[in-house]
């Protein structure tokens, strides 16, 4: 095991994000554009192969948790092949995938035999005509059936990630709270960020964590949950009755950069630090012409090293990333 991957800041990077492909089957209003969406050609995206050796050289410089992500991983084919390769590297502790869920009826089973860990699924709506809405697909049903698939296939608990927009998610939050309460399923609720392709985002669009907690626990009383083992972005709260919980990612409102623990490999083979850096390594390039292992070691904690300290949404200075949500991942 090499030196462990730590910043400037004194971080510990323990989480690699992978995104597989910067395709998707939604089009998300706040991710993507309706139409004309310019998508890598595929000699761009690393190959599995590729995906294998790089999580090999993270996990032998202390990665300990991959969560495979898009576009939408799941319209990337063969996937289950990937997540077996993965599955199997030594000192891997945690194997996870966030999905907009419509692929899980056909694929949770073997995602679940191939060594997947863990499942969250984003899901912003309860109500179809609004999923329409906001994903330009009526498909919300297919995602209902895909959870209750993924579940038993033993996918359990499943995190349900909604991005909470001013306007449009403030009426469903006691739906949600509800179905947090009906379902073996958490509610995580994410800050809306200024990563949309169509640069809509505007302070007053996003609710903030506050605000959502105050609005359910008036109706269904929360207590905090304390956290334990290495920070997570979400705080976590329980109904007081017991009947479930949900969480909060107050990216925009409390961000969390100090103990932030993650990076992210993109789908073209760039290193991003930061869900919001403006500058990338490029680590395809090198490992295509041959570098070693250990050129593309130095490459990766160089990058670790200069590790932004956090995002500035909101303050002077605030670049807005030149890579939209459904590119990097979330
Ligand atoms: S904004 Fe960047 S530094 Fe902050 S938590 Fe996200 S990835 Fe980490």
Same mark, same amino acid.
């Given at each position: 095991?090499?030196?462990?991957?730590?910043?400037?800041?004194?971080?510990?990077?323990?989480?690699?994000?992978?995104?597989?492909?910067?395709?998707?089957?939604?089009?998300?209003?706040?991710?993507?554009?309706?139409?004309?969406?310019?998508?890598?050609?595929?000699?761009?995206?690393?190959?599995?192969?590729?995906?294998?050796?790089?999580?090999?050289?993270?996990?032998?410089?202390?990665?300990?948790?991959?969560?495979?992500?898009?576009?939408?991983?799941?319209?990337?084919?063969?996937?289950?092949?990937?997540?077996?390769?993965?599955?199997?590297?030594?000192?891997?502790?945690?194997?996870?995938?966030?999905?907009?869920?419509?692929?899980?009826?056909?694929?949770?089973?073997?995602?679940?035999?191939?060594?997947?860990?863990?499942?969250?699924?984003?899901?912003?709506?309860?109500?179809?005509?609004?999923?329409?809405?906001?994903?330009?697909?009526?498909?919300?049903?297919?995602?209902?059936?895909?959870?209750?698939?993924?579940?038993?296939?033993?996918?359990?608990?499943?995190?349900?990630?909604?991005?909470?927009?001013?306007?449009?998610?403030?009426?469903?939050?006691?739906?949600?709270?509800?179905?947090?309460?009906?379902?073996?399923?958490?509610?995580?609720?994410?800050?809306?960020?200024?990563?949309?392709?169509?640069?809509?985002? !505007?302070?007053?669009?996003?609710?903030?964590?506050?605000?959502?907690?105050?609005?359910?626990?008036?109706?269904?009383?929360?207590?905090?949950?304390?956290?334990?083992?290495?920070?997570?972005?979400? *705080?976590?709260?329980?109904?007081?009755?017991?009947?479930?919980?949900?969480?909060?990612?107050?990216?925009?409102?409390?961000?969390?950069?100090?103990?932030?623990?993650?990076?992210?490999?993109?789908?073209?083979?760039?290193?991003? *630090?930061?869900?919001?850096?403006?500058?990338?390594?490029?680590?395809?390039?090198?490992?295509?012409?041959?570098?070693?292992?250990?050129?593309?070691?130095?490459?990766?904690?160089?990058?670790?090293?200069?590790? !932004?300290?956090?995002?500035?949404?909101?303050?002077?200075?605030?670049?807005?990333?030149?890579?939209?949500?459904?590119?990097?991942?979330?």
């Amino acid at each position: 095991m090499y030196t462990q991957l730590i910043d400037s800041h004194g971080r510990h990077i323990i989480k690699l994000r992978i995104s597989v492909t910067d395709r998707c089957n939604f089009r998300c209003v706040y991710c993507m554009p309706e139409e004309d969406m310019a998508f890598l050609p595929k000699p761009e995206i690393l190959t599995f192969e590729e995906i294998e050796r790089l999580a090999r050289i993270f996990v032998g410089l202390g990665i300990q948790k991959i969560r495979l992500t898009g576009g939408e991983p799941l319209v990337r084919r063969d996937l289950p092949r990937l997540v077996d390769q993965l599955s199997g590297i030594p000192g891997l502790r945690d194997l996870s995938m966030t999905t907009n869920g419509i692929g899980l009826v056909e694929l949770a089973h073997p995602l679940r035999k191939a060594g997947l860990d863990r499942l969250n699924v984003s899901l912003d709506s309860l109500n179809p005509e609004k999923f329409m809405q906001l994903t330009r697909r009526d498909m919300l049903q297919k995602v209902l059936d895909g959870l209750q698939v993924a579940f038993d296939a033993g996918f359990s608990p499943i995190r349900i990630n909604v991005v909470a927009m001013r306007g449009f998610t403030d009426d469903e939050l006691v739906d949600f709270a509800q179905f947090a309460r009906q379902h073996p399923y958490r509610i995580r609720f994410i800050e809306f960020m200024p990563l949309d392709a169509d640069h809509n985002w !505007e302070d007053s669009k996003y609710l903030p964590g506050k605000e959502i907690l105050e609005r359910i626990d008036t109706v269904y009383p929360l207590e905090i949950v304390e956290p334990k083992g290495a920070p997570e972005p979400a *705080t976590r709260y329980r109904f007081k009755d017991g009947l479930g919980e949900i969480g909060i990612i107050p990216t925009v409102s409390e961000p969390f950069c100090d103990s932030c623990n993650r990076i992210r490999l993109i789908a073209d083979g760039h290193l991003r *630090t930061c869900l919001f850096a403006t500058r990338e390594t490029d680590l395809k390039t090198p490992l295509r012409n041959g570098a070693n292992d250990d050129e593309l070691r130095r490459l990766i904690r160089e990058a670790v090293h200069n590790k !932004e300290q956090g995002h500035m949404i909101n303050q002077v200075g605030f670049i807005r990333p030149n890579r939209s949500m459904s590119q990097i991942g979330g």
